[in-house]
């Protein structure tokens, strides 16, 4: 029975890879019957790709991005536990901020926040950070809220049985209730922060990957803004596979007991 899956998932795994080279195959034949500005080729492509790893400019490009997506995803999740708490605590903000501050976060365009965020504080790190700020809280909101909507009321009532300590129930049973919601909420916030990331960084920043992609446009150079593209998916993997994936394993209730976060 095992060998049966092993062999399963390796077939899939075969299939996959398959896949991947059949589709830059495909890419390597188009781009031979097209101009290099419409379509360049892998190996062009690949070059501009290096050219991340080698040049000082670049680096800094994607290190600039880099460091705006970790404090957008961390200033989110925390405005975004912020409300939720605030809900919870004081039944009478309820309304306040689930029909009033969330329909309002949730139907405001990006391009929105984007301009506002820019004539509101210059082309700066800052107008970058709190545009994506501004995007990312309601899919913290969300998350949390719901995370706390889960929670036993009769364990909660319990733990206050057991002790006068309010602080001791929010930390035993509130804390490890919602923690794996938090951090669901900050790898959504993350997946989400490296697609807005460019058009935030378009409008107000004169470094970063988005304005290195805008620079790429100007001078009809698709092989770089491809190599954009394929730098931020491998940026998110590796966040994603080596820090949010197993610190949302270790708060699972059913891995919390793990000495250290396992992948």
């Not at 961390?74 to 975004?80: I, K, M």
């Not at 926040?113 to 509101?120: F, G, S």
């Not at 804390?175 to 490296?194: F, Q």
Request: net charge positive; hydrophobic share 60%.
């Amino acid at each position: 029975m095992r060998s049966a899956v092993t062999r399963s998932g390796l077939q899939a795994r075969l299939l996959a890879d398959a896949a991947v080279i059949a589709a830059i195959a495909a890419w390597w034949l188009a781009s031979r019957n097209l101009p290099a500005f419409v379509l360049p080729s892998p190996w062009a492509t690949a070059q501009a790709l290096l050219r991340f790893f080698t040049e000082p400019k670049l680096m800094i490009d994607v290190a600039a991005t880099g460091l705006r997506v970790v404090l957008s995803v961390v200033a989110a999740t925390a405005l975004g536990i912020a409300l939720a708490m605030l809900a919870y605590f004081l039944p009478v903000t309820r309304d306040i901020v689930r029909k009033r501050v969330l329909p309002f976060l949730n139907a405001m365009p990006s391009l929105g926040w984007a301009i506002l965020a820019v004539i509101w504080f210059g082309v700066s790190d800052a107008a970058v950070v709190f545009a994506q700020t501004a995007i990312l809280v309601p899919f913290c909101f969300i998350n949390v809220s719901q995370g706390i909507d889960e929670i036993d009321t009769e364990l909660v009532e319990m733990a206050r049985s057991f002790t006068r300590q309010r602080w001791l129930a929010f930390r035993t049973v509130l804390i490890p209730a919602v923690a794996p919601y938090v951090v669901a909420a900050a790898r959504l916030a993350y997946g989400v922060s490296w697609k807005i990331a460019l058009i935030a960084e378009l409008f107000g920043s004169e470094r970063g990957l988005g304005y290195a992609m805008y620079q790429a446009q100007t001078v009809a150079d698709p092989a770089t803004v491809i190599a954009i593209c394929l730098i931020i998916v491998l940026v998110f993997v590796l966040g994603d596979l080596l820090v949010l994936r197993p610190l949302y394993h270790w708060a699972s209730p059913q891995d919390r007991d793990k000495p250290f976060p396992g992948i």
